[in-house]
């Protein structure tokens, strides 16, 4: 059975979102993520997703071989993005 998630890839705010991280937070997060080595080289593949059933908000990196990576959970950040979601089925 598929679920329903919602998804923001509105690159604006999630490079706001990453600046609120900090490049400490976010190297440490690639750290604990094993992509330390891999680290994303552009914006393109980032997007926030939503999950309803847990009320989680994550930020995830799509590579251009379509593996989905989770990079780190956002919510209580302030630059969450607000518009641009997209419902979806994972």
Do not use: Q
Request: aromatic share 16%; proline share 6%.
């Amino acid at each position: 059975m598929s679920k329903t998630i919602f998804r923001n890839y509105d690159l604006k705010r999630i490079r706001d979102l990453l600046k609120e991280v900090g490049k400490e937070r976010y190297e440490t997060a690639l750290k604990d993520a094993g992509l330390h080595e891999n680290k994303p080289l552009s914006m393109d593949g980032f997007f926030v997703e939503f999950e309803p059933d847990t009320l989680d908000f994550n930020l995830y990196y799509k590579y251009p071989s379509r593996l989905v990576i989770f990079i780190m959970p956002v919510l209580g950040y302030w630059n969450v993005p607000i518009d641009n979601w997209v419902r979806e089925r994972k």
